[in-house]
């Protein structure tokens, strides 16, 4: 069954993240894998054809991650808990079981022979770095993720999944953080949040954050899923099957699940091209993503479908130019480029993106003077002949020289992003202004 004609997501409630429908802990082995339809729209098994996201570190900050549970063990590093008490983040407390789900959707191998059993991430040779953080209501100073967010950086991710949501200002310490992981070639990808609102949400509205809705399987923008300019990509979000922790597994709806993909899609990306910028690997996401038919046209990102749907195949096969370092993401303030990893090709794209290089510009102007040099030479060599001779036989002629279709004529990278191709579909109508219960 084709992308095109599977998907579907939705939003939820767990800060940023889903609305439990329920465990099935009594439901068949092969019924678990069958519930995650997201694989089989995504064609997962062409695509772990070509990437699995081996090498690539993923950090989830979010609840501590159970890495003990059998779709996840030996996949999950000690990490950090920034909880009270402090200690590793790979031990949960047997109720919070968010961080979890999220990590099994990222790099879940399932058990059993050949692994056939139980719940399989989109990237199942990733390595998931539990950071455990406070997700409640309550009790706001538990809740920054600056510090969670440099100590990512610091530990080896590559991207950093942040499927929640905080009501409270962006901190400066958290724009810094945010900063500190963009110039460190780290991508960020956060929820956009589950109360159907336009008002920009947090993290995922913090500039440089790839902030990510939900998608259902008729390709709809789910009517809870927040919208708005910030909006960039979307992903499965609908029904979506991952592991549990008071239950072995667990049945929700959410821009967590949805943000859980991207973060995958992103680790297999940096897995298949480790040379590439953050915001390189963004831009593979966002050039190759899917829209509706009656999108055609549209004007982009788009308030509810940003760029539109993510479709990992492609991403990891298309012939895509690098482009700009930065991507679709903002410029750093400061103009700095990110501390590592770009590559030659991300070290072309920054040159085009300046501009011709000094090189070029001296090479171009030595060129002129010789040209003009050239051009004087003939003319008097001509102009002797003609002295002495008169004019040339055939009547009057032009000078062809190494101008016209010759000549320097530079071509900048176009560093717009291109209409998607389309995919059938329906535009949702105006999302409700009261958010699902939890």
Do not use: C
């Amino acid at each position: 069954m084709s992308f095109t004609r599977t998907l579907r997501v939705v939003g939820g409630a767990v800060v940023a993240g889903a609305l439990l429908f329920g465990t099935a802990p009594v439901a068949s082995a092969d019924q678990i894998r069958h519930d995650q339809w997201p694989l089989r729209s995504f064609g997962a098994d062409d695509v772990w054809k070509v990437s699995t996201g081996k090498g690539v570190t993923v950090a989830v900050i979010d609840d501590p991650v159970d890495g003990s549970h059998p779709d996840l063990k030996g996949s999950v590093l000690p990490g950090k808990s920034f909880l009270p008490g402090g200690g590793t983040a790979d031990r949960p407390d047997g109720k919070h079981e968010h961080g979890t789900a999220m990590a099994s959707l990222i790099a879940g191998h399932g058990h059993g022979p050949g692994g056939s059993d139980g719940v399989k991430g989109l990237a199942p040779d990733a390595k998931i770095l539990p950071v455990g953080i406070y997700l409640g209501n309550g009790n706001s100073a538990k809740k920054s993720y600056a510090e969670p967010l440099k100590y990512a950086v610091d530990h080896g991710a590559k991207v950093v999944n942040m499927s929640f949501e905080v009501y409270s200002e962006t901190s400066p310490a958290e724009k810094a953080a945010v900063e500190y992981a963009r110039k460190h070639d780290v991508l960020v990808v956060a929820a956009s949040g589950n109360s159907g609102s336009s008002t920009p949400r947090l993290p995922s509205a913090v500039p440089g954050i790839l902030a990510v809705g939900a998608v259902d399987i008729d390709l709809k923008v789910w009517k809870f899923s927040n919208y708005g300019p910030h909006i960039k990509l979307l992903a499965p979000g609908l029904h979506i099957r991952s592991a549990g922790v008071e239950t072995p597994y667990r049945l929700a709806n959410g821009t967590s699940d949805s943000t859980a993909y991207v973060s995958a899609a992103a680790a297999l990306l940096r897995s298949k091209f480790p040379d590439l910028t953050a915001g390189q690997i963004a831009n593979r996401l966002v050039k190759t993503a899917g829209l509706p038919d009656d999108m055609k046209g549209k004007k982009l990102p788009d308030p509810h479908y940003g760029y539109g749907f993510i479709r990992p195949s492609k991403a990891l096969t298309a012939n895509i130019p690098a482009g700009s370092e930065n991507g679709p993401l903002p410029a750093l303030k400061d103009g700095s480029s990110k501390a590592s990893g770009s590559g030659k090709d991300a070290q072309q794209a920054t040159e085009s993106d300046k501009g011709m290089s000094t090189g070029v510009i001296i090479g171009i102007v030595g060129g002129v003077v010789g040209l003009l040099v050239v051009v004087l030479t003939v003319v008097l060599v001509v102009k002797k002949k003609n002295g002495r001779n008169g004019p040339p036989p055939g009547g009057p002629g032009g000078f062809g020289g190494p101008g016209g279709s010759g000549g320097f004529v530079p071509h900048p990278p176009n560093s717009g992003y291109q209409q998607q191709p389309s995919a059938p579909g329906a535009y949702p109508s105006s999302p409700p202004t009261q958010p699902p219960g939890r």
